[in-house]
Structure formats: structure tokens, C-alpha cells
């Protein structure tokens, strides 16, 4: 894993986690869509096909929380461990744009922006940080494949 991808880990956890927000959504609203057609049916007795979609969307939605809690659980570890690495970064200017960029997501013209410098300086500084940067020996490989998704 190079630096880069070690410290781009929880971008794109949060990414993942974004992804799945957004799927509870549409899994929340199919559900209102669902109990809707089935409130405004009349129905002698209930029946185990009306149940059946409005039942898999509820266990859909709940895998999906379930993922997302796993999701924000390793969000908030690799966090803390990428915020260890960034702090151990000698210059203070350094860590402050690793922290825009890995940690906050800003784009070099943002970073730059909120150090007063040039994106060309932002970048030069990049190059020097990631040679200061020391990943941990435990680093852990995390495969962060978007593949079924």
C-alpha cells in the first residue's frame, strides 16, 4: 500500500458510507411506496404475497445499517490511525495539508486557499510531506473494492 493510499483509507470509507446512506434512502422510501399500495388495497385477509415486499425491503434496510455501523466503526479506527500518521509529520504546514486533504477531502485549490499558498506550493509540499510520512509497520491491507456495490 503506498502512502497515499494509506492516508486516502478514510475517503474512501466515507464514500462507501455515503453510499450506503443513500441506499437506506431509496430502501425507506420503497418501503413508503410499498405500505402505501398495500394500505390502499382492500383485502379480505391478509395475504403472505402483499407482506413479502414490504418484509425483504425491511431486512434489506436493515443489512444496510448493519454495514453502514461496521462501515463507521473502521471509519473512526483508520481515522485515528491516519490522524496518528499525519501528527507525526515534523512540520506543522505539512500536517496541516495532509489534514485538508486526506482527512477533510479538499481539492488542492481549497487547501491551498485555506493556507494562503499556491496550489503549486500545496503540491510541492504534498511531494515533501509524503516523504516524511512513516506508515505504521502493522498496517493493515484493506482491500476497499467497489465491486458489488
Known amino acids: 500500500m503506498t502512502k497515499v493510499e494509506y492516508l486516502s483509507r478514510a475517503r474512501m470509507l466515507e464514500q ?3 453510499l450506503h446512506m443513500r441506499r437506506m434512502d431509496r ?3 420503497r ?4 405500505a402505501r399500495g398495500w394500505a390502499s388495497q382492500e383485502r379480505v385477509a391478509s395475504s403472505p ?3 413479502a415486499p414490504f418484509v425483504r425491503t425491511l431486512e434489506c434496510l436493515e443489512e444496510e445499517g448493519e454495514e453502514m455501523a461496521r462501515k463507521v466503526e473502521e471509519l473512526v479506527r483508520v481515522s485515528r490511525e ?3 500518521v499525519i501528527a507525526a ?3 506543522r504546514e505539512y500536517q496541516l495539508l495532509l489534514e485538508y486533504r486526506y482527512l477533510e477531502g479538499k481539492t488542492w485549490s481549497q487547501a491551498a ?7 503549486s506550493t500545496a503540491k510541492r509540499w504534498h511531494r515533501r510531506a509524503l516523504d516524511m510520512v512513516t506508515l505504521p509497520e502493522n498496517e493493515e491491507t484493506v482491500e476497499y473494492s467497489c465491486a458489488g456495490w
Do not use: C, F, W, Y
Open 31 to 34: 418501503m413508503t411506496d410499498i
Open 113 to 119: 486557499a485555506e493556507m494562503s499558498v499556491d496550489p
Open 89 to 91: 509529520v515534523p512540520v
Open 49 to 51: 404475497k402483499a407482506e
Open 82 to 84: 491516519t490522524e496518528g
Open 16 to 18: 462507501q458510507i455515503d
Open 27 to 29: 430502501l425507506r422510501a
